[in-house]
């Protein structure tokens, strides 16, 4: 078995994980490729780009926060991806940096479980020329720079939704309703619930407010602007500039993203430790 490691190497703390982790594996004999950046950093290696992980490892580990995994997911396709969390929040990463080894090694001798997280695909076409990109955790169209409150029609399974007078829109999976959608008022929803949330952010009107769809739905979203260029961005990542009228269809993607499960926690256990959910509940302490 063969392991890609990326790493957060904006992180300090990441970095000295990296450390620990190839030392450890150099002592076990059990290989592994840095993401080249990461290994340029630590001054090790083997290494190689990012793009050519996937061909030659088997499993993908994340040092850093949810953002360090999502880049290791977009390119571990179907691999399984251990997240060690040495961020803020870290929703989507499992374990901890106290955790790190015996989640490896749990690997190893295959007494591992997967969550397996739905993604979003969106399709633009222009010119003829279709282009598709996948999100674990929304895909986002945005005013950008546009100086004027842009309309965004959307349409499910081809009938007309509404026309939101917004400075964007949100469209995540269960697995994102924690990230930028909760931050703009959005529900969170448990991960494996097969829905879509569509969360306008600062809408210019009272009634709008975000709504949960069944995860089998087509979405196509445009912006009614007379001008301008509107940044759609997946995961975080812009990938390209919309024109006015120019139309993002977004549905499931036939691809999952395979995360190495902690078993030794549940989803309530998260939003209690990271939301501080029943926090003034808890005992009080002496001061």
């Known amino acids: 078995m063969k392991f890609a490691i990326v790493a957060n190497t904006e992180r300090k703390e990441a970095v000295l994980l990296a450390k620990e982790l190839t030392g450890w594996l150099d002592t076990k004999r059990i290989s592994y490729v840095l ?97 598709r990109m996948c999100a674990l955790n929304d895909v986002v169209i945005e005013k950008g ?20 007078r917004a400075d964007g829109i949100i469209i995540a999976t269960s697995t994102g309703s924690t990230a930028y959608s909760m931050s703009a008022g959005g529900p969170i929803i448990a991960p494996k619930s097969s829905v879509f949330v569509i969360t306008p952010i600062c809408p210019h009107m009272l009634t709008v407010r975000p709504i949960v769809i069944s995860d089998d739905k087509i979405i196509e979203v445009s912006v009614d602007a007379q001008a301008g260029e509107f940044p759609l961005n997946c995961d975080g990542r812009i990938t390209r500039m919309l024109q006015p009228q120019e139309t993002v269809t977004v549905k499931k993607s036939n691809d999952l993203i395979n995360l190495v499960a902690n078993e030794d926690r549940d989803y309530c256990e998260i939003l209690r430790t990271k939301l501080l959910w029943g926090r003034e509940h808890a005992p009080s302490q002496p001061e």
């Open 145 to 164: 720079t546009y100086p004027r409150i842009p309309t965004f029609v959307i349409r499910l399974d081809g009938e007309l939704l509404g026309s939101y």
């Open 35 to 131: 993401e080249s950046l990461s290994a340029e950093k630590l001054g090790i290696g083997p290494s190689a780009k990012i793009d050519d992980l996937n061909r030659i490892c088997d499993i993908f580990i994340s040092l850093g926060g949810d953002g360090t995994l999502l880049l290791a997911s977009h390119y571990s396709e179907t691999k399984p991806v251990i997240g060690i969390n040495v961020g803020h929040l870290g929703f989507l990463t499992e374990f901890n940096k106290d955790e790190m080894i015996a989640a490896v090694e749990k690997v190893l001798d295959g007494s591992y479980s997967i969550h397996n997280r739905t993604q979003l695909e969106a399709i633009t076409m222009r010119n003829g020329s279709e282009q």
